[in-house]
């Protein structure tokens, strides 16, 4: 099965998937950007679940450029894939970090059997990555990512120049 890659410009706490991906920090506690939205929008139940998580399989956090889910709270979506990006670096190529993140978040939404997943452009806000780069490295590695139930990944932006950084990669 072939997915089908989108693009929308607005607010990922919005949409109508069965996934979204929350961009979090290794705590799973909620944080700022993506992750407060997801947290704030979503309530109590969302935080409650990463509690859980931390208080069983993660007690460390979540390791860098892995995934896990959890209920979506009063989200749209059914389920929040939360996965942790890297910092960009000047001097290291953590690159395949970040395509992991992309990776790993899709096998989970597999596990969920979900059809359609939304994600932001991880990593490329207060964890520092170039945003074209960071573009670039998201469609490239969910084109090459194969899933048995993900009919269409939505790219969700929240500015202009994070909207045409994505189409550049998506044409």
């Known amino acids: 099965m072939s997915t089908r890659l989108t693009l929308v410009l607005g607010d990922i706490t919005r949409q109508d998937v069965d996934a979204v991906v929350n961009a979090a920090n290794s705590s799973l506690l909620g944080g700022g950007g993506v992750d407060?939205?997801?947290?704030?929008?979503?309530?109590?139940?969302?935080?409650?679940?990463?509690?859980?998580?931390?208080a069983s399989h993660h007690g460390k956090g979540l390791p860098t450029g892995q995934a896990v889910a959890t209920t979506a709270g009063l989200?749209?979506?059914?389920?929040?894939?939360?996965?942790?990006?890297?910092?960009?670096s000047a001097t290291e190529d953590r690159s395949e970090l970040l395509a992991s993140c992309y990776r790993e978040s899709l096998k989970v939404a597999a596990g969920l059997d979900a059809r359609t997943v939304a994600f932001p452009a991880i990593s490329t806000g207060i964890y520092g990555w170039p945003l074209d780069d960071g573009a670039r490295i998201a469609v490239e590695t969910v084109r090459e990512t194969a899933s048995p139930t993900v009919e269409e990944v939505r790219f969700v932006v929240f500015?202009?120049?994070?909207?045409?950084?994505f189409a550049r990669h998506l044409t």
């Open 159 to 165: 500015d202009d120049r994070a909207h045409e950084a």
């Open 36 to 54: 407060g939205a997801i947290h704030r929008r979503g309530g109590p139940d969302i935080l409650a679940a990463c509690r859980a998580l931390r």
């Open 75 to 88: 989200l749209p979506a059914r389920h929040v894939i939360h996965t942790v990006g890297p910092r960009w």
